[in-house]
């Protein structure tokens, strides 16, 4: 749970020193002008963060080696490596019987969330109204309370990919524990079953200034 925290930057060079022993040429290409040890330790954290084991180190690199030329924003190298991620997301959120639990969003209300997308000075955020947003983590909650008394401990949050980090942000602090995962983080043809559809009330998604 406080693996982010404990992961030093110490511990991330000796990290990528062992890799190095196995893999040479990947690590010599991509940690260094391409992706600083600084801003890898920034992004192992953030999955650790998410809950995300960081075993399988070498597809994370090649992802961000990938992605790294285009942007060294951490948060955004966060995203794109989760999509290369997407067999160990996969199976860490199915239960016993190999299906998948899911709080969703209302379609109407993930559309009013998506068109609430803005780009501002540090970065896209959505444009909703503080008392909004407190009403959707209420609500996001009260979903997870139910579906975990209907026996489905092991929930997750699913959501278009573009709302992903906003509503993990959100989420951080008040349900910690309900993993945030965008639909293509899912391969392909997984069972995925609802828990609990999240819906808003009409007034309590009014633009912001109305």
Known sequence: RHACELLSRDDTQELVDRLRERQATLVNEVIGDLVPMGLLHRVLQNLLRDGIPIRDLTQIIEALGDHAGKTKDPGMLTELTRKALVRTIT???????????????????????????????????????????????????????????????????????????????????QLPQLPVVAYDELVPGTKVESAVTITLEAEEMAPVGA
């Open 91 to 173: 199976e860490r959120s199915l239960d016993s019987e190999e299906n998948i639990w899911s709080i969703v969003l209302a379609p109407s209300l993930e559309y009013e969330l998506c068109n609430s997308l803005g780009s501002g000075p540090d970065g896209e955020s959505l444009n909703m109204a503080p008392d909004q947003m407190l009403a959707l983590g209420r609500e996001l909650v009260e979903g997870w309370k139910t579906a975990v008394g209907n026996g489905h401990d092991q929930t997750v949050f699913l959501c278009d990919r573009r709302l992903r980090p906003h509503l993990a942000s959100l989420l951080s602090r």
